[in-house]
T-cell receptor
Framework: DQQVKQNSPSLSVQEGRISILNCDYT??????FLWYKKYPAEGPTFLIS?????DKNEDGRFTVFLNKSAKHLSLHIVPSQPGDSAVYFC????????????FGKGTSLLVTP | DTAVSQTPKYLVTQMGNDKSIKCEQN?????MYWYKQDSKKFLKIMFS???????INETVPNRFSPKSPDKAHLNLHINSLELGDSAVYFC????????????FGPGTRLTVT
């Protein structure tokens, strides 16, 4: 019963272009969404988040968009850099889950020079 | 100066053995977590402690027992290890139980032979 889904296991983008990573969720009680970035042999690191009362949050090159009616969020990285190559996890939480994070399976992003 | 540290980083052991993984955070956070990332890369919450008290206990076999001697430490003890316990175990912490920005340790790769 995976409540957070990242249907693209991998994505390859050229340096300087936009990377768009997608995430869908099934639980309408989720009210907070986060993106984590993970390099090999390291733990996930927090990247950006968005509350369900917003539809967009921007932090430098990273923007997260939330479409509550479609239960869909996306992470945009502009411009993409080779150092952005990592696995990106989408996570969601709500008061009914005791604030536990429900993670997607991750999307491996490769940014090529 | 690592914020969330785990020991050991790698653990190889035989079926039936008992092992422990230690986690420490120096962030002054009240809440700590254990996550399991299995071979399919799903990252799932196992336990959460807030100020040494268990607040989240997902469906995890009784062979797994978390122990929090103080709010800076959350150790995971596993009895009678099975092949299916092979995974990467991540410790994390957050400011408090409602703090959704969690800081992860580097992970412990457990291999049961």
């Amino acid at each position: 019963d995976q409540q957070v889904k990242q249907n693209s296991p991998s994505l390859s983008v050229q340096e300087g272009r936009i990377s768009i990573l997608n995430c869908d969720y099934t639980n309408s009680m989720f009210d907070y969404f986060l993106w984590y970035k993970k390099y090999p042999a390291e733990g996930p690191t927090f990247l950006i988040s968005i509350s369900s009362i917003k539809d967009k949050n921007e932090d430098g090159r990273f923007t997260v968009f939330l479409n509550k009616s479609a239960k869909h969020l996306s992470l945009h990285i502009v411009p993409s850099q080779p150092g952005d190559s990592a696995v990106y996890f989408c996570a969601a939480s709500g008061t009914n889950s005791g604030y536990a994070l429900n993670f997607g399976k991750g999307t491996s992003l490769l940014v090529t020079p | 100066d690592t914020a969330v540290s785990q020991t050991p980083k790698y653990l190889v052991t035989q079926m039936g053995n008992d092992k422990s993984i230690k986690c420490e955070q120096n962030l002054g956070h009240d809440t700590m977590y254990w996550y399991k990332q299995d071979s399919k890369k799903f990252l799932k919450i196992m336990f959460s402690y807030n100020n040494k008290e268990l607040i989240i206990n997902e469906t995890v076999p009784n062979r797994f027992s978390p122990k929090s001697p103080d709010k800076a430490h959350l150790n995971l003890h596993i009895n009678s290890l099975e092949l299916g316990d092979s995974a990467v175990y991540f410790c994390a912490s957050s400011l408090n139980a409602g703090g959704l920005e969690q800081y992860f340790g580097p992970g412990t790769r457990l291999t049961v032979t």
